[in-house]
């Protein structure tokens, strides 16, 4: 037996040995663990498609890649263009495993079998795939490198179908290398495709892009991004508002990676287990609340300079950026339009803010809007532009307030023509050596009343009629909607309010008809027995005519031989007026 086996067994011999950092380890204590973060993979990555099917909004793009693999009719070359975020780096990607897909059962080309992994697509996946090149054209963007890369090219591929070149931002490559890609694009040899993809299609050169098939990656919609990301964070188990994922998806303006992001940025915004709400998501992206802003595009409509600056500076309070606050009036103003012209469900907003933004619609003739929305974008660029972006808003909304009350081009000529008074003007002056010069007559100008006139109301209709007048859109939705009329007499008004009435609606109503007639109103909402609403009154009777349309024999008749056919809207034409009687026969024989 050898001596050192009489040795005693030590710790030190008992240890087994380590290498590089477990040694010192060993010395100075066992390293920390992993931490979470540290292993953390963002939404973006940790959701990328996977297949074709995972790819949302490019239904076109996916169909035509289908019929084309099916069909066995690959192009050499794609482009695909479109912004960021929509999938184009990861399409190219999934080309690239279409491309060179190989499992036991499928040994071609093949789009359908990419929910199961092939033989190289974890490789490509990895991007360690030594057939399938992916290049950052920015980075190599000269001539040399470009002809190295072709110098491969002819070479067969070592162990995949084909050999796939992806160049990203394709449109930063240099003139040169441009032309040292055309050859090899014009005559490629068959085991080689290329794939580009480019932010800027227009810097391509159309020599290049006569050599692809190109497809277009169009920018996805609010309302599948929305979905989305509701399914994302469904899998996540974080608990999200609606409403906030809908402010995400507009933000993200089309680009699913940029929404993913914000997702990403939002659910750490609450404590765990606590829901995201809407007024975080807000105020994490610097948005104004659409209600809010709403209401600020309504005073700046009515000429409330004072009131609109005072909402402006409580939302920029809130921390609204002033740009976007410039872009929601853009958009509500678009919105007012939309609506006047193809009513409010044309709106994408919940039924309260479209139906607000119909009212402004219809208390505006669609010059006033067209004028509101070119003062409006001339806005948007001065803020922009501004050294100081808040003063820019305020006088923006001076701006926009003193317009509203100033008559259009048309309105104007015709009251100068007419010998009206402006608003807020003097008379017109009657023209030099007209007859009032000469010392003749002076014509007569149509009666019109007096701006200051105090309105008689002897009605409930007289009410309504003058809250339209005055153009106080949210009163007279309010009052449309909620007021059931018990009693009405000069001074005083008794109603039942409709379910989901305001609070202070009878005291709006009061205050208004004060300052509008310059006598005290009684205003009281009181228990119940009140008629029905404007709106339930225009309800019922639509509900009538289309029950007594419905009953009509040729109706019935039509709805019989269209089954499934529904009867959307009952309209009542005007009576033609009758034929004038041709002259008696007697008569023309008398005359």
């Not at 963002?42 to 297949?51: G, H, I, Q």
């Not at 070359?77 to 491309?99: E, P």
């Not at 079998?113 to 950052?136: F, Q, S, T, Y």
């Not at 109301?457 to 007021?483: M, T």
């Amino acid at each position: 037996m050898a001596d050192h086996d009489l040795t005693p067994e030590t710790d030190l011999d008992r240890a087994v040995p380590v290498e590089g950092d477990e040694a010192t380890a060993d010395m100075f204590g066992a390293p920390p663990a992993p931490s979470a973060a540290a292993a953390y993979t963002v939404l973006a990555r940790k959701y990328r498609p996977k297949t074709f099917d995972d790819l949302i909004g490019q239904q076109a793009m996916v169909r035509t890649l289908k019929n084309a693999f099916a069909t066995g009719r690959i192009a050499h070359a794609f482009m695909l263009t479109g912004v960021r975020g929509v999938g184009k780096t990861t399409t190219a990607r999934l080309l690239a495993r279409a491309l060179n897909y190989e499992s036991a059962t499928v040994h071609e080309p093949s789009i359908e079998g990419l929910a199961e992994n092939g033989r190289h697509c974890p490789a490509i996946i990895e991007g360690r795939h030594m057939d399938v090149l992916e290049l950052d054209a920015a980075s190599r963007s000269k001539v040399d490198e470009m002809r190295e890369l072709l110098d491969g090219v002819r070479y067969a591929p070592v162990e995949a179908r084909y050999k796939v070149y992806i160049i990203d931002e394709v449109h930063m490559l240099s003139t040169a290398a441009f032309n040292a890609l055309l050859k090899t694009l014009e005559e490629p040899p068959p085991h080689a495709k290329f794939i580009f993809a480019t932010t800027e299609i227009r810097k391509v050169p159309v020599t290049i892009l006569s050599r692809c098939q190109r497809f277009d990656l169009r920018r996805v919609e609010p309302e599948v991004i929305a979905g989305n990301l509701s399914a994302i964070a469904e899998a996540e188990g974080a608990r999200i508002e609606a409403e906030a994922l809908a402010l995400i998806a507009r933000a993200a303006e089309g680009s699913v990676r940029d929404a993913q992001s914000l997702l990403d940025q939002a659910l750490v915004q609450a404590e765990a287990g606590a829901v995201v709400g809407a007024a975080v998501v807000r105020d994490m992206l610097g948005l104004a609340d659409r209600g809010q802003t709403i209401d600020l595009f309504e005073k700046t409509v009515r000429g409330e300079a004072a009131e609109a600056i005072g909402a402006f500076r409580t939302l920029y309070g809130y921390g609204a950026e002033p740009a976007a606050v410039v872009a929601d009036l853009l958009e509500h103003c678009h919105g007012a339009a939309v609506a006047k012209t193809l009513g409010p469900a044309a709106l994408l907003l919940p039924s309260d803010q479209s139906q607000k933004l119909a009212a402004i619609g219809a208390a505006c003739n669609a010059g006033a809007l067209s004028r509101l929305w070119q003062m409006l974008l001339k806005a948007y660029e001065e803020v922009r532009r501004s050294p100081d972006p808040p003063a820019a808003v305020e006088m923006a909304l001076v701006r926009l307030a003193y317009a509203a009350d100033l008559p259009g081009p048309e309105e104007a000529l015709r009251a100068l023509r007419g010998g009206e008074a402006m608003a807020g003007g003097a008379p017109a002056a009657p023209p030099t050596g007209g007859p009032a010069a000469r010392g003749g007559a002076q014509p007569k100008a149509a009666a019109r009343p007096a701006i200051d006139q105090q309105p008689s109301l002897r009605s409930f209709e007289d009410v309504v009629a003058l809250i339209e007048a005055r153009r106080d859109i949210a009163l007279k939705l309010d009052v449309d909607q909620y007021v059931r009329l018990i009693s009405f007499r000069t001074g005083a008004i008794a109603f039942e309010p409709a379910p989901g009435a305001p609070n202070n609606l009878a005291q709006r109503l009061a205050a208004r008809l004060k300052e509008w007639t310059g006598l005290p109103w009684l205003v009281a909402a009181e228990g119940g027995g009140g008629a029905e609403s404007l709106a339930e009154q225009r309800r019922r009777e639509a509900d009538k005519a289309r029950a007594e349309t419905l009953q009509d024999p040729f109706v019935r008749s039509v709805m019989e031989a269209f089954p499934g056919a529904e009867l959307i809207e009952v309209r009542q034409l005007a009576a033609p007026e009758p034929a004038s009687a041709p002259p008696d026969d007697d008569e023309e024989d008398a005359d």
